[in-house]
């Protein structure tokens, strides 16, 4: 005897047929993913085909193609063409859509058409989890994921220059190696001479095709031009000196369940004009008048946080640091000390700053205060300022700064909290993607591609947290 767990013979033919059912148990998510779908009222949502030609081969309902993207995105497998093959052999998929196997095609011209209908989809289930959101705090971050286009399909102005006088230094070098040729009477030499003037030649093409990009770039509203996918940008990353070309994706995840309730794909590479788009898209969705948002110095902008007064969401972001006095050894703004009370600063060495008078053409939104005499003769002069007078800079709307800053403070691991419960989503999400990250292009179809991607991770939470009967239950009422 061999002592192995033997398999079952192939040729053997079984009395009465297994059906899927039997190989799909209760607790399989396929069966979560089959009550979403058939629950949602796919014509309101605005998907199209709904209703059939009255001639012509049948085409495929609506929420068949959107159970097989979803069992997809659900399974890391975001191919048309693999999604394809998945159909004509995975039985999970097989028991999900009744044996139906779209061709490539079809599959994929969905997902282009039908755009805007995935992403409701996408906040129509964070719709059915409202039920959850009791706390109401939300952290917010953004993150670069790589788009279709290669870093040498992306032209930047830096980018255009560089290429530039990497090709003028090829022809210097090639034509020097010419001149020297010449100068050799050899039949190798003469071979050698007809080469490199076919490089040169090449390379003045070369110089030319660059010369039109430049003048591209020039053009463009951004001063930048990528070729395989127009609405991809090159942003920089938090390695030194590195940069990726592809999107800036945002997301608000609640902080009690990690899930994301709000998410938005941009190609800014920068976060500081998305911290209010964000916190109301996130109060929107949980159906909380109160929340709270939490974000990295990236988000801090005083425009920002003065649109969230009055609106119901309460920003924490810690101050940007950029003063250079630090590293010269001097006082900063944070060691002058603000009495709203009285309206003055003081100093660190005990003199109060008060608001100078502004001047009848003064047009900026922000007031100095100074003291006029205390300066002259203050021992810590030297590690203050090198000027004659120390002048505080004050925006006029500092107190809702400062409001801010008094919740950070009584919040002391909120940047904690923060990091650990937004930063995990992008990590997965980036783990399902892959190298690639995006696979289509331009930004109205990143924007879809990554709601199925959101919408994928939403089920896989709300299943973990629930189970998948409950689940199913909760989608039924």
């Known amino acids: 005897m061999h002592r192995f767990i033997d398999g079952e013979d192939r040729m053997q033919q ?42 012509g081969r049948p085409a495929y309902h609506p929420s068949t193609l959107l159970k097989i993207y979803l069992y997809g995105y659900l399974n890391r497998v975001q191919s048309s063409r ?28 969905f997902r282009r058409n039908n755009g805007a209908a995935i992403q409701s989809v996408c906040r129509q289930f964070v719709e059915l989890c409202r039920r959850l959101f009791t706390g109401a705090v939300v952290a917010i971050d953004g993150s670069k994921f790589k788009a279709v286009n290669n870093r040498d399909k992306n ?56 010369k039109a990009m430049e003048q591209r770039v020039q053009d463009a509203p951004d001063q930048q031009v990528s070729l395989t996918d127009p609405d991809a940008r090159s942003m920089a ?63 801090f902008n005083g425009d920002q946080v003065l649109s ?31 009495d709203a009370e ?22 900026e939104d922000f007031d100095f205060y100074r003291h006029l005499s205390a300066c002259f003769t203050c021992p810590l002069k030297s590690r ?3 000027t004659k007078l120390r002048r505080i800079k004050r925006w006029e709307n500092e107190d809702v700064l400062d409001r801010m800053q008094d919740r950070l403070d009584r919040m002391p691991e909120a940047m904690g909290v923060r990091r650990q419960t937004v930063e995990h ?10 190298a690639t990250h995006f696979l289509t292009r331009t930004l109205d179809k990143v924007r879809t591609e990554m709601s199925l991607h959101v919408l994928a991770y939403n089920l896989k939470r709300m299943i973990r947290i629930f189970g998948v009967g409950p689940l199913m239950a909760a989608i039924r009422t």
């Open 425 to 434: 989503p992008f990590g997965t999400l980036k783990a399902w993607m892959g």
């Open 155 to 210: 032209y930047t102005v830096a980018k255009v220059t560089g290429r530039m006088e990497q090709v003028n230094a090829s022809i210097a070098r090639y034509l020097r190696a010419l001149d020297q040729a010449d100068r050799e009477e050899s039949d190798i030499a003469e071979a050698k001479s007809g080469r490199l003037k076919e490089k040169i030649a090449g390379l003045r093409r070369q110089m030319q095709a660059v």
């Open 342 to 363: 009285h309206d003055h600063y003081t100093c660190p060495a005990g003199a109060k700053l008060t608001k100078a008078k502004r001047r009848a053409d003064h047009t």
């Open 237 to 299: 990353t938090s390695g030194k000196g590195t940069a990726t070309v592809g999107y800036n994706v945002q997301i608000a995840v609640d902080a009690e369940h990690h899930l994301i309730v709000a998410h938005e794909v941009t190609n800014q590479g920068y976060d500081r004009h998305q911290l209010a788009p964000m916190a109301f898209k996130a109060q929107h969705a949980t159906g909380c008048q109160q929340i709270t948002a939490l974000a990295d110095r990236g988000y």
């Open 82 to 109: 693999r999604l394809e093959r998945e159909a004509q052999r995975n039985i999970e998929l097989m028991w999900l859509v009744g044996r139906l196997a779209p061709d490539f095609k079809t599959i994929a011209d």
């Open 308 to 338: 969230c007064e009055g609106t119901g969401v309460a920003p924490v972001v810690p101050k940007t640091l950029t003063s250079s006095g630090t590293k010269r050894g001097l006082f900063t703004r944070q060691d002058f000390i603000y």
């Open 14 to 55: 079984a009395l009465l047929p297994h059906s899927l059912e039997d190989y799909v148990d209760g607790e399989n998510p396929v069966r979560v993913l089959e009550v979403f779908i058939d629950e949602l009222d796919l014509t309101a949502l605005g998907f199209s085909g709904m209703t059939p030609a009255a001639t």
């Open 384 to 386: 203050c300022t090198p």
